[in-house]
């Protein structure tokens, strides 16, 4: 099993900045990708950013050049950060893990908000 621990959430104005982190439990070993998703009630979960282990990055096209994607191979953590953030950026994060083996699985961490509001 594989346990996530997301922290960095919270209010922030117009154009201002935030970087969310999550911290995977256990071993890396087997993990393909980790990334971040975002949820708006009633509306579906949407991919925000993802990174691949070898360090393959995409985007969701409203986030491309605002936000950036990392990871800490040795602390086995990925991080957003998000810049010049809009409202229509407010959400619930998720945290996303994905695993091959050991074992294999979609893993997701327990959500933590953002709000952009004036």
């Known amino acids: 099993q594989v346990q996530l621990v997301e922290s960095g959430g919270g209010l922030v104005q117009p154009g201002e900045s935030l970087r969310l982190s999550c911290t995977a439990s256990g071993s890396s070993v087997g993990i393909s990708a980790m990334g971040w998703y975002r949820q708006v009630l009633g509306r579906q979960r949407e991919l925000v950013a993802r990174?691949?282990?070898?360090?393959?990055?995409n985007y969701a096209d409203s986030v491309r050049g605002r936000f950036t994607i990392s990871r800490d191979y040795a602390k086995n953590t990925v991080y957003l950060q998000m810049g010049t953030l809009k409202p229509e950026d407010s959400a619930v994060y998720y945290c996303n893990v994905q695993r091959l083996f050991g074992p294999a699985g979609t893993y997701w961490g327990q959500g933590t908000q953002v709000t952009v509001a004036s």
């Open positions: 990174i691949t282990t070898g360090g393959d990055t």
